[in-house]
Antibody, heavy 120, light 108 residues
Framework: EVQLVQSGGAVIQPGGSLRLSCEAS????????MHWVRQAPGKGLEWVSR????????DYADAVKGRFSISRDNAKNTLYLQMGRLRAEDTAIYYC?????????????WGQGSLVTVSS | DIQMTQSPSSLSASVGDRVTLTCRAS??????LNWYQQKPGKAPRLLIY???NLQRGVPSRFSGSGSGTDFTLTISSLQPEDFATYYC??????????FGQGTKLEIK
């Protein structure tokens, strides 16, 4: 059974840093692109970042570029999102998700979400 | 970035109704369009990929159609468990993947 189990959500002060983790099981993690998607309270879904199977390719939404860093440890089957210089508008539930399907891909499995609250 | 616009933003319907949700892209995206269902407090769930392909395990009352800029998600006969928020997503031009703002389907 495919599972993505997240950890690391917290209440953090503006300007602070936080790392989210997403541990994968039930599939060959090292073969898949992985993404982070977030959802601000009461709002819609917003794509945040992605990384390819070996972690050498990374992309970011403009809103987080230069502040967030995605990485993965394929030996530990774990995806990370290092978040820095956090702002109030980064407050959201962050989901990790697996990309499937090649060029015409989709997100077939999602983590349970990690709540990040940026507040003083 | 490609903008995705869903309509209506909310919809009230009854069990057994046939409902159609719409998603429009700001430019042609071929069939690079996915649909997700989200219930309160839960992660999104994939329903339809590549505009019209039903994800494994999703009931056949869900169907998708469209290409280019205009897409629809149809639920042929609403069930109580279908009341949720629905999002479309494009990845024809990505990054970034972009989502519609969602359609909230409520019980009448």
């Amino acid at each position: 059974e495919v599972q993505l189990v997240q950890s690391g959500g917290a209440v953090i002060q503006p300007g602070g840093s936080l790392r989210l983790s997403c541990e994968a099981s039930g599939f060959l993690f090292s073969s898949y692109w992985m993404h982070w998607v977030r959802q601000a309270p009461g709002k819609g879904l917003e794509w945040v970042s992605r990384t390819n199977a070996d972690g050498r390719i990374t992309d970011y939404a403009d809103a987080v570029k230069g502040r967030f860093s995605i990485s993965r440890d394929n030996a530990k089957n774990t995806l990370y999102l290092q978040m820095g210089r956090l702002r109030a508008e980064d407050t959201a539930i962050y989901y990790c998700t697996r990309e499937f399907g090649g060029r015409m891909y989709y997100f077939d499995y999602w983590g349970q979400g990690s709540l990040v609250t940026v507040s003083s | 970035d490609i903008q995705m616009t869903q309509s209506p933003s909310s919809l009230s319907a009854s069990v057994g109704d046939r409902v159609t949700l719409t998603c429009r892209a700001s430019q042609s995206i071929s069939t690079y369009l996915n649909w997700y269902q989200q219930k309160p407090g839960k992660a999104p769930r994939l329903l339809i990929y590549a505009a019209s392909n039903l994800q494994r395990g999703v009931p056949s009352r869900f169907s998708g159609s469209g290409s280019g800029t205009d897409f629809t998600l149809t639920i042929s006969s609403l069930q109580p468990e279908d009341f949720a928020t629905y999002y479309c997503q494009q990845n024809y031009v990505a990054p970034p993947d972009t989502f519609g703002q969602g359609t909230k389907l409520e019980i009448k």
